[in-house]
């Protein structure tokens, strides 16, 4: 059995009832993005695609993956570090241009596509803050 370090908590240590609320609140406020797939369905959310959750019925995949973002979020806060915020937070007016060869162009969107995001804006977007 591995020991945690002394700073660190095991994985078995429930999170203070405070962090484990604000994590729920964050996670229920993000988008989720599904997709079916050899007779399951697959989730994560739009602002964090690393938390992903799986399920025979698209319930069972919307509860596995707010349950992957909550537990995502609430070790987040419980380090200090702030999640991403909502896609729905906040009003988007900025716009940003990008020129790109064909070919970045068809990679980006391929690697758009495989990660479940809709267009190009989402997935750079979310890619590039995820790195706060």
Known sequence: ????????KELS????????????RIAHAYDLVLRFEDGEWYGHALEYPEAMG?????????RATRQAL??????ML?????????????????QVNVRLT???K????????ARGFRGLSDFIRTTALAEK
């Open 1 to 8: 059995m591995i020991k945690p370090k002394s700073n660190q």
């Open 13 to 24: 240590t429930p999170f203070e009832p405070t962090i484990l609320g604000s994590a729920k």
């Open 54 to 62: 799986d399920g025979k019925t698209e319930r069972a995949c919307v």
């Open 70 to 75: 909550t537990v995502a979020i609430a070790t």
């Open 78 to 94: 419980e380090a200090g570090q702030t999640p991403p915020s909502s896609a729905r937070q906040g009003h988007r007016s900025a």
């Open 102 to 104: 064909p070919e970045e």
């Open 106 to 113: 068809a990679v980006l969107e391929s690697k758009a596509k």
